[in-house]
């Protein structure tokens, strides 16, 4: 019973899905091929061997790059030795070092999206790859892997976590945002940053990826292009020029944020609160 499902993109680039919220809220991570070593984007939250199924595709040495921290990119991490990490999210995938609580907050997060199918439910806890100790290579703003003939360059894309970093393929005209850009965002709280400087980090994006035309976020199971970067600074520029927007319930699955300013603006969706303008 495999929770994972290939498919490959384009010569050298698949996607691989976990998906356990029956597409409602799916995991995707990539796979990227490069003549001499490949590059796993994050590694989904680790509901079964992902090692295994990255080893049905490719047979060379593979790295993992990370966009984050969340539990849901740094599930599997203790299959793989090579792993990259901005320093500013080691205290995400390492929880303080109770790596017990870790893997009980993913399986937790996995029976709350499988509360009507407990066999499934049961055959995933007894695979589930268990959080541990992990040693992570520190990367940042500007550093770039290179896979041989293939080469993804770091752009630090904070906002929805602080050390949230993408990564770009200009020569292959690709590049992956993980959560830190999407059709939809959220601004609200002490611990989000503000609209403003989301607007700083599309612009820093989108100076990096000049030449992208495709581009895979975590949880958006269709690639996207600059057009939405567009439509996210378009709607962010207008908040902080004072949008007339209402309020509603910003909610999204198990996100609960409650309610929120609303802006729209093409593909894209901000929501926030007047304090994180």
Request: net charge negative.
């Amino acid at each position: 019973m495999s929770v994972y499902e290939v498919e490959k993109i384009q010569d050298n680039l698949y996607s691989i899905k976990e998906d356990i919220t029956n597409n409602k809220f799916p995991i995707i991570i990539y796979l990227v091929i490069g003549k001499e070593k490949a590059a796993l984007i994050d590694t989904g939250i680790g509901s079964g061997n992902l090692s295994k199924v990255v080893r049905s595709i490719t047979k060379k040495q593979v790295i993992v790059l990370h966009t984050h921290g969340h539990l849901d990119h740094v599930g599997a991490d203790a299959l793989f030795s090579e792993l990259y990490l901005n320093c500013r999210e080691y205290y995400l995938a390492s929880n303080g070092g109770d790596f017990q609580a870790l893997t009980n907050e993913r399986l937790n997060f996995i029976k709350l999206n499988l509360k009507d199918k407990t066999e499934m439910y049961e055959n995933i806890k007894s695979h589930i790859v268990k959080s541990e100790k992990t040693y992570y290579n520190n990367i940042s703003d500007g550093d770039t892997i290179d896979l041989g003939e293939t080469k993804l360059e770091a752009v630090s894309t904070p906002g929805h976590t602080p050390g949230s970093i993408s990564y770009v393929n200009n020569k292959d005209h690709y590049a992956f945002t993980g959560d830190g850009i999407a059709d939809i965002h959220w601004f609200d709280g002490k611990e989000s940053i503000k609209v403003e400087d989301f607007l700083n980090t599309l612009n820093h994006f989108e100076n990096k990826a000049k030449r992208v035309k495709k581009i895979y976020a975590a949880h958006v199971p269709k690639a996207f292009d600059l057009e939405l970067v567009h439509d996210l600074q378009t709607a962010a520029r207008a908040i902080i020029n004072g949008a007339d927007d209402e309020i509603e319930n910003a909610d999204y699955e198990f996100l609960k944020h409650g309610n929120l300013y609303a802006h729209r603006y093409g593909q894209a969706t901000i929501y926030y609160d007047k304090e994180n303008i």
